[in-house]
């Protein structure tokens, strides 16, 4: 998410009912700002159990600092990665 970006970012994520967040993660560099931006994330949902998902070069290079960000799972291949979301969300309707 570019700083630019981050103010429409908020704005959906509060006030719209969202199950699932795909972050697709390259430089190392943005790992610190990710982390803020995850646990902002999780105060503005009015979603308690929406699922963050990382993804991109940083889940094949280094998946543990993935992990560390706190999101909830970790893609390493983006077809998977949309299949395992799409199955999730339809679980997650068909229970509501």
């Not at 630019?4 to 006030?15: E, I, T």
């Not at 790992?31 to 699922?51: D, E, F, G």
């Amino acid at each position: 998410v570019c700083s630019s970006d981050l103010p429409d970012l908020q704005r959906l994520l509060a006030g719209h009912w969202v199950d699932a967040v795909a972050l697709s993660i390259s430089p190392q560099r943005q790992l610190s700002s990710l982390k803020s931006l995850i646990a902002q994330a999780r105060v503005l949902s009015p979603n308690p159990k929406m699922t963050i998902i990382a993804g991109g070069p940083m889940a094949v290079d280094n998946p543990q600092s993935l992990a560390e960000l706190g999101v909830d799972w970790i893609g390493t291949d983006a077809l998977e990665t949309v299949e395992r979301a799409t199955s999730m969300i339809d679980r997650l309707t068909l229970r509501n």
